[in-house]
């Protein structure tokens, strides 16, 4: 501040160099200026001391609010300290008692999921369609379980449970295999089938209805529900499916007699019709026999030769030829006998051969079947185990066909064969009773 009132003072002087004032003036006015600096400098101390006087002030206030705060943080650190040992203490308290609940809730949802799944797959939700939303919103829930959630938890558990022991009738709609829906009377046994319009109903989760099935079981099966639903009292016996419809398809999937043969193919036609004729044959010449058979028995005990049966016929030879000698008497009978065998054993050939051919074919049909699978196989590979399995049961169709007509065939060759010979039999003893009357005249 000096320095700047020199400098000023020397440009005054300068000033007043230029106007040519006196000396006297120059120290007038500097004198003037000192005591107008030292005024100023007064006033600026005194604005100085004052500001610090207040500077100070401040800082005593600031210090007693340090202090105050510092006292302060003391206890809210003791505080939180306290508080930290409280909430430890609690923490430790609240793992021990959730650790049951945690446990609880970890059953709760897997019971719930389990549960879900079983419900969605019950036939039982066909008629309560909307008791699974509440359990699978549990099951898929990451908060605890409430009360609530829980008493409905056990009142469904315990509703299918109760349901599964009861056979009930309601009035609900059926989806046919097309599609369409129509409302029906539905019987439903337990958990276990659903019958609506006399046939089997099954479940379809996806659909969340009753869908009659597009091939119903054998009438064994469908007469137990025709009987069921004429019963009015008393037991009547019904067709139950434990598996829940895994039986059911296996039924409905497997092949009816018809379909055996057609799977049987050319082959399996051939043995079937060589079996039908064979059938027919053995029972026409069994039927011929046993009136051949009767006609000689009759003939036996009478005393006039007949034409119409071997035995009559072999008798009128006998009389033919009864000035013979025995001799040529014996040649006779034995011509008239062979005559009569051939027809007594007429078609038992053809019989024994359809009985040996019959199972041959079989094999031929199988042999032929295996090479088709062996094919598919060359050219899809063995990815697919029932693809193996379905051709080998078509191929094996043929030797059960020939099986089953070659065993009756054999039955009824032996039976016939024995009818025959019984027969041939009794020309025997007839013709050698013959030869020994005429040995005793």
């Not at 609690?90 to 799944?117: P, Y």
């Not at 419809?245 to 018809?258: A, D, E, K, R, Y």
């Not at 034995?334 to 009985?355: C, N, Q, Y």
Request: proline share 3%.
């Amino acid at each position: 501040m000096k320095l700047l009132f020199i400098c000023i003072s020397l440009l005054l002087t300068n000033n007043l160099w230029a106007s040519e004032q006196s000396l006297s003036q120059l120290l007038t006015d500097i004198k003037k200026n000192q005591r107008l600096e030292r005024t100023l400098n007064s006033s600026r101390e005194a604005e100085f001391l004052a500001e610090k006087q207040n500077q100070q002030s401040l800082l005593s206030a600031a210090n007693s609010a340090l202090a105050v705060q510092d006292k302060r943080s003391k206890q809210l650190k003791n505080t939180l300290q306290s508080n930290e040992e409280i909430l430890s203490n609690l923490e430790t308290k609240l793992k021990e008692r959730s650790g049951v609940l945690g446990e609880l809730f970890g059953v709760a949802r897997q019971t719930s999921g389990d549960l879900s799944a079983e419900l969605m797959q019950s036939i039982i939700s066909a008629q309560y369609p909307n008791r699974t939303e509440d359990i699978t919103k549990m099951a898929d829930s990451k908060a605890l379980p409430s009360i609530e959630q829980l008493e409905n938890l056990w009142f469904t558990l315990q509703h299918e449970m109760t349901e599964s022991a009861k056979i009930v009738r309601f009035n609900g709609q059926i989806e046919s295999a097309n599609g369409i829906r129509e409302p029906a009377e539905i019987i439903r046994i337990g958990s276990f089938n659903a019958i609506a319009n006399g046939g089997y109903l099954r479940y379809s989760p996806e659909t969340n209805s009753l869908v009659s099935l597009a091939r119903q079981p054998s009438s064994q099966y469908l007469n137990l529900i025709a009987d069921y639903a004429e019963t009015k009292a008393g037991i009547a016996a019904l067709a139950v499916d434990p598996t829940r419809g895994v039986m059911l398809s296996m039924l409905i999937q497997s092949p009816n007699t018809s379909e055996r043969i057609q799977q049987g193919g050319i082959v399996g036609y051939i043995i079937l019709s060589l079996g039908a004729i064979g059938l027919v044959l053995a029972l026409f010449r069994l039927l011929v026999l046993m009136q051949t058979g009767q006609k000689m028995q009759q003939q036996i005990t009478n005393s006039n030769a007949s034409n119409d049966n071997p035995l009559g016929r072999v008798l009128l030879a006998t009389e033919q030829a009864s000035q013979q000698d025995t001799d040529t008497l014996e040649l006779i009978l034995d011509e008239a006998i062979t005559r009569e065998v051939p027809d007594l054993e007429k078609g038992l050939s053809i019989i024994k051969l359809f009985a040996a051919v019959a199972p041959l074919l079989g094999l031929l049909g199988t042999v032929t079947g295996m090479i088709a699978t062996f094919q598919s196989i060359s050219l899809f590979g063995t990815g697919d185990p029932k693809l193996m399995a379905d051709g080998i049961s078509q191929a094996l169709v043929t030797t059960m066909l020939g099986l089953c007509v070659a065993i009756p065939l054999l039955f009824l060759y032996n039976i016939v064969a024995s009818r025959s010979k019984v027969l041939v039999q009794i020309l025997d003893e007839q013709s050698a009773g013959i030869m020994s009357r005429r040995a005793g005249k």
